[in-house]
Nanobody, 125 residues
Framework: VQLQASGGGLVEAGGSLTLSCAAS????????MGWFRQAPGKEREFVAT???????YYTDSVKGRFTISRDSAKSTGYLQMNSLKPEDTALYYC????????????????????WGQGTLVTVSS
């Protein structure tokens, strides 16, 4: 699976962005998908995950503001980000776990087998 992330950019605090993660090479509709981010000088951290059956889970700091979704027909995943804050500034990565994931929710980077390149989100105050 090859993943291509896009949609990052510069936005003012309170604004919105939608990140996309286009997958090629194999269907990923039943695989877990995740978004992670890495801010300058910090470790990569979990943001959101979508299970193979459609369940989702978010890190506390983005709950109620971010929404993870997937369009299996387009082999594309999304991260809708609303009410953005300067602390959301980071390089955002999408990831997919190989194989069928069922209803499991994966929040650790080592659970994922395929990674896209990062897309930069900068939120100005």
């Amino acid at each position: 699976v090859q993943l291509q992330a896009s949609g990052g950019g510069l936005v003012e605090a309170g604004g919105s962005l939608t990140l996309s993660c286009a997958a090629s090479g194999r269907p990923f509709g039943t695989s877990a998908m995740g978004w992670f981010r890495q801010a300058p000088g910090k470790e990569r951290e979990f943001v959101a995950t979508l299970s193979g059956t459609g369940g989702s889970y978010y890190t506390d700091s983005v709950k109620g503001r971010f929404t993870i979704s997937r369009d299996s027909a387009k082999s594309t995943g999304y991260l809708q980000m609303n009410s953005l804050k300067p602390e959301d500034t980071a390089l955002y990565y999408c990831a997919v776990r190989g194989g069928y994931s069922g209803s499991n929710l994966y929040t650790h980077a080592h659970h994922y087998h395929y990674w896209g390149q990062g897309t930069l989100v900068t939120v100005s105050s």
